[in-house]
Nanobody, 122 residues
Framework: QVQLVESGGGLAQAGGSLRLSCAAS????????MGWFRQAPEKAREFVAI????????YYADSVKGRFTITRDNAKNMVFLQMNSLKPEDTSVYYC???????????????WGKGTLVTVSS
């Protein structure tokens, strides 16, 4: 089992920045890929970004390309999401996820955190 705990959510103004963190514990050998997803009120959960274990291969949703950056620190078993140029439509609960393989759409994640709320005001 893998436990994932997100932090760093909060309130930001449009155009501002936030950095999300996710700490993994447990069977971290199962976290070959780590990623971020989000779910806005009354909407389906959607893929945001994913990174492989090496940190070299990354994929992003079109809606966040050029604004968000995903990185990971394997020594600390952590993954980060730097969010710049935030927009009100980025308002969501952001979930950290982990899985054995990396897919360009984030499919195949086995473990999920409980989420952290990001609110972007206009």
């Amino acid at each position: 089992q893998v436990q994932l705990v997100e932090s760093g959510g909060g309130l930001a103004q449009a155009g501002g920045s936030l950095r999300l963190s996710c700490a993994a514990s447990g069977r971290t050998s199962s976290t070959n890929s780590m990623g971020w997803f989000r779910q806005a009120p009354e909407k389906a959960r959607e893929f945001v970004a994913i990174v492989d274990r090496s940190g070299i291969t990354t994929y992003y949703a079109d809606s966040v390309k050029g604004r968000f950056t995903i990185t990971r620190d394997n020594a600390k078993n952590m993954v980060f999401l730097q969010m710049n140029s935030l927009k009100p439509e980025d308002t969501s609960v952001y979930y950290c996820a982990a899985g054995p393989l990396i897919a360009s759409n984030g499919n195949g994640m086995n473990y999920w955190g409980k989420g952290t709320l990001v609110t972007v005001s206009s």
